[in-house]
């Protein structure tokens, strides 16, 4: 991976290195609605479409991503 560069300059707003574990935590959420939504015996409309739907993504370690005008070199190694 010594030679992995950007194809463009979109730099994530964050100190944080990865979402894995808010992205885990809403997954858990949603599959235990579900569980309890099928325990139920409700419709299938009732179910959540996404993981989003119950979690806040803002709420998240990282805030997004921008665009850089003039990125430094070493911000364009992945």
């Known amino acids: 991976m010594s030679r992995s560069r950007r194809k463009s300059p979109i730099i994530g707003v964050t100190t944080a290195q990865s979402e894995a574990q808010c992205k ?3 997954e858990r ?3 235990r609605l579900v569980r ?3 325990g139920e ?3 299938g409309d009732a179910l959540p479409q996404k993981r989003w739907a119950l979690v806040n993504p803002w709420d998240g370690p ?3 991503k921008h665009w850089v005008a ?3 070199a070493k911000w364009m190694r992945k």
């Open 24 to 26: 885990a935590q809403a």
């Open 29 to 31: 959420k949603v599959r």
């Open 36 to 38: 309890q939504t099928l």
């Open 41 to 43: 015996a409700l419709h």
């Open 62 to 64: 990282k805030d997004g």
């Open 70 to 72: 003039d990125p430094v």
